[in-house]
């Protein structure tokens, strides 16, 4: 006892004197290096504000007068003002700070695109800024980055709330900000991905700490409607990317109503690929004197001159044929195939995968589950070279990197879906190409995109290199009765889009050959006679996500994909894209929900397995408690029926309290005093009847 108690001793002088030993140690260094305490951050400080108070000086020289284009103007700009607008093509010759300017270079943003270099300007001023620009010239920097400056210069913090909403069409788009505005912020500010198909609950904890919040508007007006203390007093600028698109996708009232919860005094940009002068639609927004940025007023077409774009006009019973041998043809190629509804998407991405088209595959479209659509999207963009079937839920925004094909299997409403759609390739001065299929009853969408200063040649199918799948796909459907629900939803869904169309000079339902589209897709009556009587499956309906594969990745590959599928006039035209070295990369890891920091937080809400996995443990804790619920209920009912036949007992007796002794053997305890029996029976002789051979005498 003594042993153990010199010891405990010892270990306590020995923690008292490393405490004061450490303390000395902190204390000698304090003494000599006495300016280091405090001195560093105010000094970082100091440079912190010597650099606002001259990035706010600039802007106040520089900003270009209201209706010039900062390109074509002659103002002198830079540091030393040595240099004129037309001649800065950097980053760093602009007032941004620092800080912005090194995320930038780590991220590869070195030199700014023309509608970067028009709109920078004035949107650092604070002006409200409608931008009008191709797809794929920079948009999304354009606007992110003043709204970043702006953060910067005012010093926010997470205490002084919400500074900033982006609206998207879609969640890709959202998505897709998100990750380019967290690469060029670092651990400033705070953000959050508010879209549809999370959980509202776990949004709403956040949303009211974030500094930004990037959303489509369904999901936002549903939080300025229901999230309480969600303030939007403070909110210093709106954005709206793809304002026209958001516009037309139903989203009007929604937009309406968002405006109403927010301050009118407020920056306000907008930017879009087909934005005009126009302003019918941008008034209700309620923008102050915006300035109007447009680079492409000058240009002699509306799309990419590094664009090749051709197309071709076939009968309803040939297109299937010609897009199957086309993907045969261009294998080595990263393609996008757009379609006008779902259930095309969903048909032609599981016939073709089926039939071994000999490229992966994947498909895109608006009820596919968030986290489908996530994986998907992620995986193509990575690759490449493959297959993505989808709806126009791709068209507007998404930067897609190499992109060769854009296929259009379906033609679009009108020019501006055109355009949006062709903008996923040529992006950033790349080459790129774009096939358009066109029944003859379209013709008249020609002349609309001529018109709209959209060039197109023309180009024949090689017939020689052209297969018929009719067979083929009939041969599955009688393998696979699946395939042929989704063949006849897919043309039912195609001839009630045509229904629904406004450009009624290019779309007529009536005029759809449907029986020779049936024939194309597989649909013979005959040969399908013995399968319609013996298939007795009922399908779901197709609003449920029943593909869920990610991808196939086909065992055959054609060995010469240089011959092309394309000729005009006997003479071939498009090239394929040359060949690429096919890198097969791993999906990358699910992303989770991140802990809340104070400072630079970057929430996003994903749809993940915990949730199923906190549902599957509350089942089992359910059930488990209905179990023993259960076996008390009936412990209780054996008990409650003793008792009754106990009283029933001593009402027949005039006894009360008869307990069970053991399993032979009874034991009656008399409590009661004797009543007069009930019956004509004396109480003497029922005892004896009731104790007759169980006796304790």
Sequence with gaps: MEQKQKKHTHFKKAKKSSDKQIITNKTKKRENKKPFSIKPKILERQKIEEEINELNLRIRKETPPRGVNPILSESKIGEDYSISYPDAKRFDQFPISKSTIQLLKKNQFITMTPIQRAAIPHALAGRDIIGAARTGSGKTLAFLI?????????????????????????????????????????????????????????????????????????????????????NTTPLRILILDEADRILDMGFKKDLTAILEHLPKQRQTMLFSATQTKSVQDLIRLSLRHPEYISVDEKAQYATPESLNQTYMLLGDGDKINVLFSFIRTHTNSKMIVFFQTTKEVRFFFETFKKLRVGAVLYLLYGRQSQNSRNEQLSTFTKEKRGILFCTDIASRGLDIQGVDWIVQYDCPEDTAQYIHRVGRTARLNHNGQALLLLTHNEQAFIEQLEKAKVPLNRVEPNIARMKNIANDITELMIELPIIKHYAEKSIDAYIYSLTKMHNKTVFDSEKVDEKAMRQSYGLFADKLEETNKEDHIKFEDDDDDVVE??????????EDDDDDLLEKADEQIIEEVKPKQFDISIKPKRLTK?????????????????????????????????????????????????????????????????????????????????????????????????????SLL
């Design 549 to 558: 594969e990610a991808a196939t990745k086909a065992e055959e590959e054609e």
């Design 146 to 230: 003043p709204l970043i400056e702006f953060m910067y210069r005012s010093r926010w913090t997470e205490l002084d709330g919400l500074c900033s909403i982006i609206l998207s069409p879609t969640r890709e788009l959202a998505q897709q900000i998100f990750d380019v505005f967290a690469s060029i912020t670092g651990e400033r500010f705070t953000a959050a991905l508010i879209t549809g198909g999370k959980d509202t609950k776990e949004e709403a904890k956040v949303i009211r700490l974030m500094n930004v919040l990037i959303c489509t508007p369904g999901r936002l007006l549903y939080h300025l409607d229901n999230t309480p203390h969600f």
């Design 594 to 694: 991140k802990a809340i920091h104070s400072v630079g937080t970057y929430i996003k809400f994903e749809d993940s397995d915990n949730e199923q996995d906190d549902q599957n443990d509350l089942v089992e804790k359910m059930e488990e408690e209905m179990r023993v619920a259960d076996i008390e209920d009936k412990e209780t009912a054996k008990k409650e029926l003793k008792i009754k036949r106990m009283k029933k007992q001593s009402a027949l007796t005039g006894f009360a309290d008869v307990e069970i002794a053991d399993d032979r053997k009874r034991k009656i305890s008399l409590t009661e005093s004797m009543k007069e029996p009930k019956t004509k029976k004396t109480a003497e002789e029922m005892l004896q009847e009731k104790l007759k051979g169980n």
